[in-house]
């Protein structure tokens, strides 16, 4: 039995597939594996042994241990050309990085996995790669990227006609509906997944599905329907050692019977889930646990310990966006990287294969396949000097955002947090929050602002611009945004005069109009110093044109600063006359809307002599 490599095969599948049942049994199992293996000299044997290893190591949280006998798996795996090994070793390391939270890795295992699995003909693990980015994608909610590797591995799936891997995909798209807030679709596709999931007893996939009709019955405000489903769940995890699947079960037994208004019971099950979350550092169920246990502990009138609960939400929380945040950008860059590296692999095969030509024609075609690697050089310098100016940009894109969202969203939100607090806990009155009350709604209306600049600013980065142009009346807009910046002017003892005639037409999204104006005329303010001036004019030429004027008796800007808006470059933002604080996006949006508006734009200033900014639009 030693030397039968053919049961040594059927061990280490059996001990792969005890993974989410009983692990122990996997190791147990792998290490037998190992043992028959050395006797046989068997070196596929070796690698099973050694991926089951790594499987178990995966998930009892031990990723060094994992990755040192997954990477002998995959040296044995190649040494005994075993494909299908060596496709199971990438993917046990994929899941690896997947559990560690460090997608980016898990993306380039899968993509080099995906690559090799459609080279060998390998629907099933072409399934498994492709399911693994839609999830890592779905995990950081970027449901758009998501969707199409679900829908990429659905029409797999289909040639091969394994229903349980498609159940393990509809249950996933269930999820994804989910959070969406497409719940017909996460529900149609869950109950899909179940039927399959009972008939073939996969007890953590069904457990799985089950939850996520739970989280759906909340969502629908069906609390009962959703006990129901977490109590399904919870049997089925009863003989499964998966841990985060408990803690997530818990939670949702708390936030139903919460929503139910049994308290008592809401808080045994979040002291539970926030238990089991921080035994295996799942920080996302301890945030969602300390959010839940602050509310019901609030209802006790224990208020100390409540307010432990909510600092820890509150941690984690920002926490966790910061680190999604971060994780988002790093993936682009993972992509961008991915797509280089292939660019200079397909280069290196075609200098290859002209290499062979060389050698195997007349001294003609080796003067024709000179020049084809010329070429070749040089598309790749090219594309290489793109690749690294568009992760350069990137670099500036994302530091730009962390800032602002550092600074200039995440201050006022968290006065506003703090004032709400103070008020909830009764700490302050009414009165003193009247007498906030202005000053809170100029730091909402600044950070909606902002905001807004923001949205803008990303959709002009990624070409994603929508245009609806309509005729619309200049002077019922100019009246709307300096209505808007009222308390700003009065504030500021700003006079703004208005000259346009009420019949005065362009040619323009109104949307984009509006932003155009409240940037330009909240530069003008912002610059311009108490007691000062205002004038907003327009004029209509023969070429069928309006043309809008702007000008304030600010401190103006120097050529230097024209030069770089009229370039479409970023601006570093100064100071307004009261120390008002910007992103220094403004009018590099405003440049981009009026370009895709078939307008131009025009700036005429002198330093602590004022500016003007033209604006030309068609009229119709």
């Keep these: 039995m030693a030397t039968d490599t053919s049961y040594i095969k059927v061990l280490y599948e059996l001990g792969g597939n005890y993974i989410y049942h009983i692990p122990d049994s996997t190791k147990t199992i792998s290490e037998k594996v190992l043992r028959l293996s050395e006797l046989a000299g068997f070196e596929k044997g070796k690698a099973g042994g050694k991926i089951g290893l790594g499987l178990y190591y995966n998930m009892i949280g031990d990723f060094d241990e994992a990755f040192k006998h997954l990477d002998v798996a995959e040296i044995k795996s190649k040494k005994s050309n075993a494909e299908k090994l060596l496709l199971k070793t990438i993917n046990a390391k994929a899941l690896g990085h997947f559990m560690k939270g460090n997608y980016p890795a898990a993306y380039l295992e899968c993509k080099k996995g995906e690559n090799l699995a459609v080279k060998a003909g390998d629907l099933e693990m072409q399934v498994s790669f492709t399911m693994n980015l839609a999830t890592s994608f779905a995990i950081l ?51 899909k997944a179940i039927h399959v999931f009972e008939k073939e007893q996969f007890q953590a996939w069904e457990s799985f599905a089950w939850a996520t009709l739970g989280e759906v019955a909340i969502r629908e405000k069906e609390y009962d329907i959703a006990l129901e489903n977490f109590s399904k769940s919870n049997a089925l995890l009863t003989s499964i050692e998966d841990m985060q699947r408990k803690a997530e079960t818990s939670q949702g037994f708390a936030d139903a019977y919460y929503l139910k208004k049994n308290f008592e019971k809401s808080l045994k099950y979040a002291k539970a889930a926030e238990e089991i979350s921080k035994n295996i550092n799942y920080h996302h169920g301890v945030a969602k646990s300390s959010k839940l246990l602050y509310k019901l502990l609030v209802e006790k009138g224990q208020y100390q310990e409540a307010l432990g609960y909510l600092n820890t939400a509150k941690y984690l929380s920002d926490s966790i966006l910061e680190s999604e945040n971060r994780t988002k950008f790093l993936m682009l860059e993972t992509q961008a990287q991915f797509n280089r590296e292939k660019e200079l692999t397909a280069f290196e095969n075609e200098k290859r294969i002209a290499s062979q030509k060389t050698i195997t024609y007349i001294s003609v075609i080796l003067l024709l396949a000179l020049l084809i690697i010329v070429l070749l050089i040089r598309k790749n310098a090219i594309n290489q000097k793109k690749a690294n100016l568009s992760l350069k940009e990137l670099n500036t894109s994302k530091d730009k955002l962390f800032s602002i969202i550092g600074h200039d969203l ?52 990624m070409n994603a611009l929508t245009l609806e ?20 002017t009065k504030s500021k003892e700003i006079d703004i005069r208005c000259d346009i005639d009420q019949g005065t037409v362009l040619m323009i999204d109104p949307e984009h109009f509006v932003i155009i104006l409240q940037n330009v005329i909240s530069n003008a303010i912002k610059y311009t110093g108490k007691g000062g001036v205002i004038s907003i004019s327009c004029k209509e030429n023969d070429s069928n044109r309006t043309e809008i004027e702007i000008c304030d008796s600010g401190i103006g800007m120097d050529q230097s600063t024209i030069n770089a808006i009229m370039n479409n470059q970023t601006v570093n933002p100064s100071v307004g006359t009261m120390n008002e604080k910007g992103t220094g996006l403004g009018l590099q949006i405003v440049y981009n809307l009026i370009k895709v508006n078939n307008g131009y734009l025009r700036i005429e200033s002198k330093y602590n002599g004022g500016t003007c900014v033209f604006l030309n639009f068609p009229r119709k």
Excluded at 147 to 162: C, F, G, M, T, W
Excluded at 175 to 184: A, K, P, S
Excluded at 428 to 453: C, G, M, Y
Excluded at 469 to 488: D, E, L, P, Q
């Design 141 to 191: 909610r970027d449901y758009d990227q998501a969707l199409p590797y679900y829908q990429k591995a659905l029409q797999i799936v289909e040639k091969s006609n394994d229903l349980l891997q498609k159940a393990q995909i509809e249950s996933n798209l269930g999820y994804m509906y989910l959070h969406t807030n497409d719940f017909n679709k996460a529900k149609k596709f869950c109950q």
């Design 410 to 461: 995440k201050a006022p939100i968290s006065t506003l947090q703090e004032l709400l607090a103070l008020y909830t806990s009764q700490e302050i009155s009414e009165e003193e929050v009247a007498k906030l009350a202005p000053r809170l709604k100029q730091n909402v209306d600044h950070s909606s602002f902002t905001l807004n600049n923001l949205l803008f600013w990303a959709k002009t980065q």
């Design 469 to 488: 142009n309509k005729t619309v009346s200049i002077r019922a807009y100019v009246h709307s945004v300096c209505a808007f910046y009222g308390a700003k």
